[in-house]
């Protein structure tokens, strides 16, 4: 929360200078902040895709790295903690609804929308640029 309101602050008093920041998943539960960035520059949504979203589970499974789920996980810990055995298998269909409601809050924010297989085919930044200027075009 304070690096994305010490970005704010930094586009707000200069700019001039292009800022490029990548704002990770988690960044949707800073509302404020993320509005704060959204009025001085442009915001780039690098959708992921729902095909995809088993592909992202399997990647969490194999090396689980912080995540903010927001309430998703209220009523899982509560089984977790009373040690109930399904509840693991509960969890590929939370990660689902994790993914689809960053996905709706992330089209909220952004101005520009790249589909993965156009991001992801920008094996370099010019391709990326190019790829953001014709969605600016449009």
């Known amino acids: 929360k304070e690096e994305m309101a010490k970005l704010s602050r930094q586009m707000a008093t200069s700019p001039e200078v292009a800022h490029v920041a990548d704002l990770t998943g988690s960044a949707i539960y800073c509302p404020d902040q993320l509005q704060a960035i959204h009025q001085?520059?442009?915001t780039i949504y690098l959708e992921a895709g729902q095909a995809h979203y088993q592909t992202m589970l399997d990647?969490?499974?194999q090396?689980?790295?912080p995540v903010c789920w927001g309430t998703l996980l209220d009523s899982w810990d509560q089984a977790i903690h009373q040690h109930d055995k399904d509840a693991i298998k509960q969890l590929p269909e939370l990660y689902k609804r994790l993914l689809d409601t960053r996905d709706q809050l992330y089209r909220a924010h952004a101005d520009i929308i790249l589909p993965m297989e156009i991001h992801r085919a920008s094996t370099n930044p010019d391709?990326?640029?190019e790829a953001v200027k014709e969605r600016l075009a449009r």
Do not use: E
Request: glycine share 8%; proline share 8%; charged share 15%.
């Open 40 to 42: 001085t520059g442009l």
């Open 59 to 61: 990647n969490f499974l």
């Open 63 to 65: 090396d689980p790295k």
């Open 127 to 129: 391709l990326l640029f």
